[in-house]
């Protein structure tokens, strides 16, 4: 089999990929703001997330992670199956989502599974952790599981909040807090990116969480929620729906 030699720079990529991920979060804003949003709009976007978000990084799965000088160590065909089942997943969230806007069944603060976006930069940001290549059979296994899991949060019915309808009373400590994240980015972008991914990642447990701690704390049938309220016992759902 041919070796083919490239002098690709990974971290360079990464940060690609990245600004790809901006991109992509002011494409539907501006498609809003100039009225310009059309069915072929967005097939053609999710057309491009699907190169952009799914084949670049399942190529880079492979050339990074499963592939080094005389193919040493024998992972090349593990390589080709973790990259392909990190492309499906990914085209398969991307036509769901499709559908699920179509249907108007999609809310609009909440994305159902992992956004393909976050997967490819969550897969990219390891190169920025690890500077060299897979050379052990333990990294391996380790990268392996890791790309098949982020696969399976994209096909998931795990919901992930977004930065829409967020309440306004927040503005400030949001647009602050942007502020801090831009300059981490800027400053230490090796450390940034892989941790704001992972966060992400990890994001819809800290909000079960929350909400089970809002849910418990409005739980009717206490005097001092009853109380505290300022509703009638009556007024209240016995379904526990805040």
Not at 176 to 195: D, E, G, K, Q, R
Request: glycine content about 8%; aromatic content about 12%; some cysteine.
């Amino acid at each position: 089999m041919q070796i083919i030699k490239t002098n690709a720079k990974w971290e360079n990529a990464v940060y690609l990929i990245g600004l790809c991920v901006i991109l992509d979060g002011f494409d539907g804003t501006i498609a809003r703001l100039t009225k310009t949003e059309s069915n072929f709009g967005v097939q053609l976007d999710s057309l491009v997330d699907g190169v952009v978000f799914g084949l670049v990084p399942a190529v880079m799965i492979y050339w990074w992670g499963y592939t080094w000088e005389g193919f040493h160590g024998g992972y090349i065909q593990v390589g080709k199956v973790i990259g392909f089942i990190f492309l499906s997943a990914g085209i398969i969230r991307l036509a769901r989502f499709n559908v699920l806007k179509e249907s108007e069944t999609q809310v609009a603060n909440v994305f159902i599974g992992l956004p393909i976006p976050l997967a490819a930069l969550s897969i990219a940001s390891v190169v920025l952790i690890r500077q060299e290549k897979l050379m052990q059979k333990y990294d391996v296994i380790l990268f392996s599981i890791y790309v098949v899991l982020v696969a399976i949060l994209m096909v998931s019915n795990i919901k992930y909040r977004t930065m829409k309808r967020i309440n306004s009373r927040n503005n400030l400590i949001i647009l602050l807090l942007l502020a801090i994240l831009i300059a981490l980015l800027i400053n230490f972008p090796n450390y940034t990116i892989p941790s704001v991914t992972f966060l992400y990642l990890i994001s819809p447990l800290f909000f079960s969480i929350l909400d089970k701690f809002k849910k418990d704390k409005s739980t009717p049938g206490t005097p001092g929620s009853l109380k505290s309220s300022g509703y009638p016992a009556g007024d209240f759902d016995t379904d526990g729906d805040t």
